[in-house]
C-alpha cells in the first residue's frame, strides 16, 4: 500500500524547526547527524509509513530548511533536546513514541530519553559516538572541518573530509558524493559552521554508565570502521552491552554500512518495533 506524501510543518523552539510528518500509526521521531538534514536519517525509505507507522523527520536548528538559532542561542546539546521536546510536544502529542537518532540525533534522542523515559516507547541509536569523553584530537578535527567550510565553502569542506578522513578507496566516492548531496541541502552553511565548533563540545549526558538506567527497549545499529571510521563500532557495542533492554545490529561483512541502506535500516527498524510492541501486549 502506498504511503501518503508527508505534509510539511514549522514549530516554534528556539529556533523555526522545519520537518515533515507522513504515515498514520505509532509515531517514529527522526533525529539526523551533524551537517546532516532529516533525508539523511532513512535516506529516502518509505518503509516505515507503509508499514503503518507515522514518520515525523525535522532539521535540526541551523541544518536544512530549519532556521540558524536565534541571538543570544547556541547548538549545544540542551538547546537540541529542547528543540525534540518542542517537536514531539507539538506532533507527536501525550502518548509515547519512538525515537531514532543518528549520530548528533542519537545522542540527542538517548538525553531526551534520560529526561523523560515515560514519554519514549522505543529508542533506535545509529552510529552513536560520544563515549563520556571529549578528546583535543576530536575536537581538532572539527574545528578543521568548520575552518574548511567557512573559507572555502562546499568544496573546501568535501576536500577536507578527503583528506583528514583516510576514506577506504572502496567506499570514497560514495562518501564524497552524499557528503557534497547533503551539504548542499543546507540553507544556512554558516550556522553549520557554527555548529560544528558547538555540539563536539557540548555533553549530551554525563558518563556512559547513565545508559545502565535507561529501561528503554533500544535498537543500536553499528558501523563497520572500514568504510566509517567516524562512527566506531565498539563505541555502538559498549551502548548496546550498558543498555539494560539493547540490542546491536550491524551489516554483513563486505556490505556498505547498515546506517547507509534506508530501505534495509527502516526493516530492522519496523521488525524492532514489532517486537516491542508484542512484548508490551
Known amino acids: 500500500m502506498a504511503a501518503e506524501a508527508a505534509a510539511p510543518f514549522e514549530v516554534a523552539a528556539g529556533a523555526t524547526i522545519r520537518g515533515e510528518t507522513g ?14 538534514t532529516r533525508r539523511q536519517v532513512l535516506h529516502g525509505s518509505r518503509a516505515l509509513p507503509r508499514a503503518g507507522h507515522t ?60 529526561a523523560h523515559p515515560e514519554r519514549v516507547a522505543a529508542l533506535v541509536v545509529i552510529g552513536p559516538v560520544y563515549d563520556g ?13 568548520a575552518a574548511a567550510l567557512e ?11 578527503d583528506r583528514a578522513q583516510g576514506i577506504d578507496p572502496t567506499w570514497r566516492d560514495s562518501v564524497l558524493r552524499f557528503t557534497r548531496e547533503r551539504m548542499e541541502a543546507h540553507r544556512h552553511l554558516e550556522a553549520v559552521v557554527a555548529a560544528l565548533r558547538e555540539v563536539p563540545r557540548s555533553r549530551p549526558f554525563g ?39 539493547g540490542e546491536l545490529v550491524t551489516e554483513a561483512g563486505g556490505q556498505s554500512p547498515l546506517a547507509w541502506q534506508g530501505g534495509r535500516l527502516s526493516r530492522e527498524i519496523v521488525r524492532f518495533c514489532a517486537k516491542v510492541a508484542e512484548s508490551q501486549e
Open 207 to 245: 558518563s556512559l554508565s547513565e545508559l545502565e538506567g535507561l529501561e528503554v527497549p533500544t535498537l543500536v545499529v553499528g558501523s563497520g570502521d572500514e568504510a566509517d571510521p567516524g562512527h566506531p563500532y565498539a563505541t555502538a557495542a559498549k551502548y548496546a552491552r550498558l543498555l539494560p533492554c
Open 23 to 36: 504515515g498514520e500509526g505509532t509515531a517514529i521521531v527522526l533525529c539526523h547527524g551533524i551537517t546532516a
Open 55 to 114: 514518520v515525523i523527520s525535522y532539521d535540526a536548528r541551523g541544518h536544512g530548511e530549519s532556521d540558524p538559532a536565534p541571538e543570544g542561542g547556541g547548538y549545544v546539546y540542551p538547546e537540541l533536546v529542547a528543540d525534540l521536546e518542542a517537536v514531539v510536544a507539538s506532533r507527536v502529542g501525550d502518548a509515547p513514541c519512538v525515537l531514532a537518532g543518528h549520530s548528533m540525533g542519537a545522542h540527542t534522542a538517548v538525553a531526551y530519553a534520560l
Open 151 to 161: 573559507r572555502g565553502g562546499i568544496d573546501g569542506f568535501v576536500e577536507y573530509i
Open 133 to 145: 569523553s571529549i578528546e583535543a584530537v576530536s575536537l581538532e578535527y572539527w574545528d578543521g572541518l
